[in-house]
């Protein structure tokens, strides 16, 4: 797994400014010859308009966080789309430096490991899940799908949350994705859907790998199972 590319944090609220007048005509006193009475027209009063963010659409196309995961905001959105939502809600908080650390070159640092789950921290569940999405298509490692991938980590925090140990539950769904896409890849003759059963096992691992972020809370054990994962490889 390649380091992760730091998640771009740039954007901004347009602001489109409109002016309206309102005035009345001049009246004249027909009896007399005085001079015409000038009304001067009402100032102009200037009104701002507030453009729609991507922030405003999503929270208005998903008012409550009751959704199944392959209908999740994040899969909805281009990956633009979903840069910019970051952008916006992360906008004052700086993970910069911790996401650029490298001195893992062959992986996450710890530093960018918690600065990730720190985001999450910072988001509700639309956001989780749009960072997860991001930061698997930004992995850069291989063509990766969201779609697998949150489907995996949400596989993984529902079961923490009914109660299974969370290093085995990331255990039972990271062995899945890896042993299930061998086997489907080499179910098939043709290329096309052999790739396309290998990018959903990568997926769908990256997925579990980080599946903490959809479930900031079990950070400390998703910290855990890797390096018992690692201690037993």
């Known amino acids: 797994m390649k380091r992760a590319t730091p998640v771009a944090l740039l954007a901004a609220a347009t602001f489109a400014l409109a002016g309206c007048s309102a ?10 010859t005085a001079p015409t009475a000038d009304v001067s027209a009402a100032p102009s009063e200037t009104v701002e308009e507030v453009v729609e963010t991507i922030v405003d659409r999503v929270a208005a196309e ?31 908080e700086d993970y910069r430096d911790a996401l650029a ?9 710890e530093a960018q490991f918690y600065a990730l789950a720190d985001m999450s921290v910072a988001l509700d569940r639309a956001g989780r899940e749009i960072l997860l999405a991001s930061m698997i298509e930004q992995d ?16 993984v925090c529902s079961a923490a949350a009914d109660g299974t140990d ?8 990271f062995a899945k994705a890896l042993v299930g896409g ?22 769908a691992l990256m997925g579990a790998m980080f599946a903490h972020l959809l479930c900031p809370d079990y950070t400390d054990d998703a910290v855990a199972a890797f390096e018992k994962m690692g201690s037993e490889g």
């Open 182 to 203: 061998a086997f489907e890849s080499a179910l098939t003759a043709d290329e096309a859907e052999s790739e396309k059963a290998e990018v959903a096992s990568a997926s």
């Open 166 to 173: 969370y290093s085995e539950a990331f255990g039972d769904v």
């Open 62 to 92: 998903y008012p409550d966080e009751d959704w199944d995961i392959a209908d999740s905001p994040a899969l909805a959105l281009t990956a633009d789309e979903r840069a910019e939502y970051l952008g916006i809600v992360l906008d004052g």
């Open 23 to 32: 005035g009345t005509e001049d009246t004249v006193d027909t009896a007399t």
């Open 140 to 155: 850069g490692s291989t063509e990766m799908d969201p779609g697998p991938a949150l489907t995996a980590a949400d596989m």
């Open 101 to 109: 650390d490298d001195s893992n070159p062959d992986g996450l640092s």
